[in-house]
C-alpha cells in the first residue's frame, strides 16, 4: 500500500508544507514518504467538517456508531502485513507484540460497538410525572448522556495501535457520538496513515459524514496547541509526558470557553515487595519483576518504577539486578524519548546515596542498557528528582526500614496509574492497601501492573499527575464517559424526546424508571 504524506481531512488527503520524515529506531535511516506538516488552516477545515458532521449525526439512527466501529475493525485487518510492516520499521517493535497489539485495537473498537448496542452506558433514568403531588406537581425529567462534540485525540508514543490513531481514545470517543480529530504521533506517521484509511474505507462504505474523522500529522507544539485552542473541539483526549500534557490542559482551561483534558500523563507505578512473600517466593518475584520493569523496553506507562522493600533483602536485590543486566541493550522507541531516559537516570547517578547497577549510556540510534537503582526512604524522601518517572528500562529500589516507612514513601508520591503488593499470609498488608487506594487507580495484589486488561471494570486512570482527570479511565467500557455529558429534559413531549428515554423504549435498553430497573415501555 502507498503511503500519500498527507493529511486526512472531510474525506480528502491533503498536502501542505514543510515536511518531515520518520526515522528507523535502530538505525536512524530515514523512512519515506515526506510527511507534511498540519498548519492553522487544515486546523480549520478538520474542526469545521467535524462540526458538520456532529450536526448530521444527531438525525441519524443511534447505533451508527457501533456499525462504523464494526467495519473499521474489519479494515484494519485487511490491511494485513502491510500495517504490520510499516509498525515495525518506525517503533522497532517486535512482531510479536504488534500482532497482539493490533488484535487489542480490533478487539476495542468491537467492544466499543457492543457498548453501543447495548445502551447501558447511556445511564437513561427517568422520574415520571405525578400531577396530583401536593404542594407542588412533580414533573416529569428524563436525564442521559449525550455526546460532547468533536474530540481532538493525540497518538501516543509507545502504542502505535491501541493508543494511536484508531487507539481506545478515538473508539471511546466515536462510540458516544463524537467526530474525531486525530493528531498523528511523529515517531510513526506512515502507521497513523494506514489506519486513517482503514477509518475512510468504513466511513465511505456506511456512507456517513466524512468529517467524523481526520487525521493532521506534525512534529511541533503549535499543532496541539491550534487543535485546543480551536473553539469548535469540546474535549481533548492525550497519552505522552506530564509536560505536555499539563501544557495541554493548562491551554483548554485558559480558553473563553474551558473543554475537559483527560491527559494520562505517566506514573511512578510502586510496587512493594513485603519480607514474607521475599521469603515464600522471593526468586520467583525477582524474575517476573524484572520481566514487568522491561516490558516493551521499559516504555509502558505502567512499568513499575519504585520498587519498595523492608530492610536490605541481599540475595533477593541480586538476583533482581542479575535478571535487568543480563538484557544488554534494548531500543527506544525513539531517540529524543532514549535522550530524555538517559538525562533522567543521570540526575539519579549524581544524588548521593543513590547506587546503580551500571553507567548510563546511549548505544547505537536509539538504544541504551537496563539499569536498576538502589537507595533508603531517607534519600528518596529529600531528593525530589528521585521520584520523576524514568521513561525506559530502569527502576529504583528504595529500602524503607519497616512497613510504616512504606506507607510514609507512598503518602509523597502523588497519583499514579497503578499499585502493588507482594505479600505472604505473613504479611499484614491491609494498612499498605489503605495507602495504595489513596493515590492509585488499579491496586494489584501478588502480580505486575504491566498488562492492562481491557475489560468492563478496568480502570486506567489516577489521581494527578497520573491523569487530569482521577475519575476517569482510558482504558475499559468507561472510557466512553469521558467522552460524553449529561442531559436532563423536563416535561418534553414523546416525540421530541431521544429514543433512548422515549415511553416506548424503541431502543429496548435497560433504564431506571422511577427507582426501578426494568426494559419495559411506560404507559404501556
Known sequence: MTLTGAHLVSGHWRRSEPTFTAQNPQTGQALGPAFCEAGGDLVEAAVAAAGEAFAATRSLEPGWPATLLDATAQR????????????????????????????????QLKMFAQIVRDGAWLDATIDTADPARQPLAKPDVRRMAVARGPVAVFGASNFPFAFSAVGGDTASALAAGNPVIVKGHPSHPGTSELFATAMLGAIESLNLPRGL???????????????????????????????????????????????????????????IVLPGAIKERGAAIAKDLAGSILLGSGQFCTKPGVILMVGNPTEFLSSLEGHISAAQSVTMLNQPLRDAFLSRVTQWKRVGGVSASAIPEAMGHADTRPLLFQTTAAVFLAEAELREEAFGPAALVVRCDDERQIAGVLSKLGGNLTATVHASASDNAAPL??????????????????????????????????????????????AIRRFARQVAYQNMPDGLLPLALRNANPLKIVRNVNGELTTEAIGG
Do not use: K, W
Open 76 to 107: 484494519i485487518l485487511d490491511l494485513g502485513d502491510a500495517l504490520l510492516d510499516r509498525a515495525g520499521q518506525e517503533t522497532a517493535l517486535p512482531r510479536g507484540r504488534l500482532v497482539l497489539e493490533r488484535g487489542r485495537t480490533v478487539g
Open 433 to 478: 492497601v489503605q495507602a495504595m487506594e489513596s493515590i492509585a487507580g488499579r491496586i494489584v495484589f501478588n502480580g505486575y501492573p504491566t498488562g492492562v486488561e481491557v475489560c468492563n471494570a478496568m480502570i486506567h486512570g489516577g489521581p494527578f499527575p497520573a491523569t487530569t482527570d482521577a475519575n476517569s479511565t482510558s482504558v475499559g467500557a468507561a
Open 213 to 271: 474523522f481526520a487525521l493532521l500529522q506534525g512534529r511541533g507544539n503549535e499543532l496541539g496547541a491550534a487543535l485546543v485552542r480551536n473553539s469548535g473541539v469540546a474535549a481533548v483526549g492525550f497519552t505522552g509526558s506530564r509536560r505536555a500534557g499539563r501544557a495541554l490542559f493548562d491551554l483548554a482551561a485558559s480558553r473563553p470557553n474551558p473543554i475537559p483534558v483527560f491527559a494520562e500523563m505517566g506514573s511512578l507505578n510502586p510496587l
